[in-house]
């Protein structure tokens, strides 16, 4: 079992940058693969950024490469998603999300922080 909750979530300007953060409890936090997820008003939830439980692999929407950076820290049981020249378009609520080494399904979720970006 493991549990997310988000943090860092909050109100910017564009242009401006924010760094997510999300705190995962259980001791096997390393044997995860990482992502995160966002979900704008009548929207669909999309992916966003995920990184591999083996920690040498990253991926990226089209949207966010090259503005957004994933990385984690397995000795705090920590993932992070560093934001950069965010844009309106960005505003969301963003998930943290859980999937056991290279299973396909995301089982577990955080609530979700809320990001907004002002033009």
């Known amino acids: 079992q493991v549990q997310l909750v988000e943090s860092g979530g909050g109100l910017v300007q564009a242009g401006g940058s924010l760094r997510l953060s999300c705190a995962a409890s259980?001791?096997?936090?390393?044997?995860?693969?990482m992502g995160w997820f966002r979900q704008a008003p009548g929207k669909e939830r999309e992916f966003v950024a995920d990184?591999?439980?083996?920690?040498?692999?990253?991926y990226y929407a089209d949207s966010v490469k090259g503005r957004f950076t994933i990385s984690r820290d397995n000795a705090k049981n920590m993932v992070y998603l560093q934001m950069s020249s965010l844009k309106p378009e960005d505003t969301a609520v963003y998930y943290c999300?859980?999937?056991?080494?290279?299973?396909?399904?995301?089982?577990?979720w955080g609530q979700g922080t809320q990001v907004t970006v002002s033009s």
């Open positions: 990184i591999r439980w083996t920690g040498s692999n990253t």
């Open positions: 259980g001791r096997t936090f390393s044997s995860y693969t």
């Open positions: 999300a859980a999937r056991y080494m290279d299973y396909a399904k995301y089982n577990y």
